[in-house]
């Protein structure tokens, strides 16, 4: 199964890539911008309640396994830093900020944990995480489409 559209739905979705894989991979296999743009948001939105679900529910169950336990604390340990940090001081604008500066772990899925270990509400979380998500989209596709351009330039 060699989908394009699959792949980058799935980069998307994955806790590395996200955005920063989903959509330059869906241009580069020749699907445009906007719908690239709409796939890989879509998807990546498909994270906060994943996670919020995960935290609430697998999660307690998880923890009770020591090698689960070891690697959860050590990723919380890192996340609470960054996020009493970067997000602490600013509440929800803090969370949508660190989620759509599209850098490495900076994402969805590190901004709702953030968001659920400083205990904001989940609801208002959410939407503040979605806006992060839609921004990070913009400015991934920008950066998509300024590499392409740029590589043109250099390779006339």
Do not use: Q
């Not at 998807?43 to 994943?50: A, C, M, Q």
């Not at 600013?90 to 900076?106: N, S």
């Amino acid at each position: 199964m060699n989908n394009p559209i699959i792949h980058a739905l799935i980069l998307s979705l994955l806790p590395i890539s996200e955005l920063r894989g989903g959509i330059p991979y869906a241009v580069a296999n020749d699907i445009p911008l906007w719908e690239a743009y709409v796939i890989c948001v879509l998807s990546n939105l498909l994270v906060i309640p994943i996670v919020y679900i995960f935290l609430e529910t697998i999660h307690k169950n998880l923890y009770a396994i020591g090698f689960y336990k070891k690697i959860f604390d050590r990723y919380i340990e890192r996340t609470r830093r960054k996020a009493e940090k970067n997000v602490g001081k600013y509440g929800y604008w803090g969370v949508m900020l660190f989620v759509a500066i599209p850098l490495p772990v900076t994402g969805a899925y590190t901004g709702t944990v953030a968001a659920w270990l400083l205990k904001l509400d989940r609801k208002r979380s959410v939407w503040y995480l979605a806006l992060g998500v839609v921004i990070a989209g913009v400015i991934v596709s920008i950066a998509t489409i300024s590499g392409i351009k740029a590589f043109e330039i250099f390779t006339k």
